[in-house]
């Protein structure tokens, strides 16, 4: 297998242990463990790991191992509004320039969501979500649009998960998803934006409790760890 492949897939995997707290806030992420115990060599790995710091999930140090972040609640709030303020414009276009097929796609996406509410794992369920919201961003078909969507969803990963896992019901995963995909098929601009707005409008102040148990809880990543990779 290709290394910039293996690397995905490793970062897959280890976005993952970040998102379920395997991996919890200032644990260090020590590239050779993480590559013996996945049983890969370590080019992949730290490859990998450069990925996850793209996405704000781990934080690279000079000389030490990286750790994996503590969310910051200022800024999560400040990418939150650049997310927002994206997913309305991305929806705003779509209504304009989406295909029936892109509509019909991000339809199918939704019933899946309907389909498995109740026995879906939660991160499995996180993830088709986030993948509803990049297909209407590709929707818009503006790629400078989806491109920085993109980049911030993916910064906005863990927050945006322990906001979805606080507020899990079907009213949210299901209804709200459903008022936006009618106004991507009425073609109503207005009404797409709105139903964005009332389905994030939330997010940040949402997860503001968890962030602050979160870093009063984790220990300094200088105390808790030797740093050495």
Known sequence: MKEPV???????????????GKLAPGASVKE???????????????EAIRLLATEGLVRLRPS??????????????????VLVALEKLSAELACIHATRADIDGI?????????????????DMFEVDMSFHAAIARASHNDALAETHTSFMQRLWRAR????????????????????????????????VAAIDIHLRNMAEDIRSVIAAENKETQSPESANGGQT
């Open 161 to 192: 998960y322990l906001s979805a896992v606080q507020r899990r019901n079907r009213e949210r995963v299901v209804t709200q998803h459903g008022q936006i995909v009618d106004a991507l098929r009425a073609r109503d601009p207005r009404a797409a």
């Open 6 to 20: 293996l690397a995905q897939q490793i970062a897959a995997q280890l976005r993952r242990d970040i998102l379920r």
């Open 107 to 123: 339809s199918r996406i939704l019933a899946r969501m309907e389909k498995h509410f109740d026995t879906m794992d939660p991160l």
């Open 32 to 46: 050779r463990d993480n590559a013996a115990e996945l049983g890969v060599s370590r080019t992949p790995m730290r």
């Open 64 to 81: 030490r191992s990286p750790i994996v972040a503590q969310l910051d609640f200022k800024e999560v709030q400040d990418q939150t509004q």
